[in-house]
C-alpha cells in the first residue's frame, strides 16, 4: 500500500519514503494520492521499491531469520537454562517478573499512555538507562 496511516505498526519497516506516503487524516490520504497521479516517475519508483521489499519479507526470508533467531540466539539461552539449579531458576523468573512489571508499569500501555501519535514507545531517559542497569547487572549474573 502506498498511502497509509501513520498509526500503522509498519512504520517499523519504513526505510526511506519510497515505501509508502505516511497520513495522519483524509486530507493526507486524497493529497498522497493526488501526489502518486501527478508524478508517474516517483509511483513507478514506489512500485519497484514495493517489489524490492517484499523480497525482504517473503516466506523464505522470514523462515531464515526465524531459524538463525532460534539458532543464535534461543538454543543457547536454553541450554545455558537447563544447566542452572532450581534455586537458581525461580530467583531468576521471580526477578524476570519484578523487572516486566517495572517495565510495564512505567511505560503504561498502548491504550492508557506511554506511546506517541505514531506508536513509538515513550520512556524517559533515565527510567530506559535503570532498567538497562539492572537487567545488566541481575541477568548478567546469570549469564555466566
Avoid: C
Amino acid at each position: 500500500m502506498a498511502v497509509q496511516s501513520n498509526h500503522s505498526p509498519t512504520l517499523h519497516y519504513q526505510e526511506s519514503k519510497l515505501d509508502f506516503i505516511g497520513v495522519k487524516n483524509v486530507e493526507d490520504a486524497i493529497e498522497g494520492v493526488l501526489l502518486l497521479r501527478n508524478d508517474p516517475q516517483y509511483y513507478s519508483q514506489m512500485v519497484e521499491n514495493g517489489f524490492r521489499r517484499a523480497k525482504e519479507i517473503d516466506r523464505n526470508a522470514t523462515t531464515l531469520k526465524w531459524l538463525a533467531f532460534l539458532g543464535d540466539e534461543v538454543l543457547p539461552r536454553y541450554q545455558a537454562w537447563m544447566l542452572k539449579s532450581a534455586a537458581q531458576k525461580r530467583l531468576y523468573f521471580k526477578i524476570f517478573q519484578s523487572i516486566a512489571f517495572i517495565r510495564t508499569y512505567m511505560r503504561g500501555d498502548l491504550y492508557t499512555r506511554g506511546y506517541d501519535e505514531v506508536g513509538n514507545k515513550k520512556e524517559s531517559k533515565k527510567i530506559r538507562k535503570v532498567l538497562q542497569w539492572l537487567e545488566k547487572r541481575i541477568f548478567g549474573v546469570f549469564d555466566k
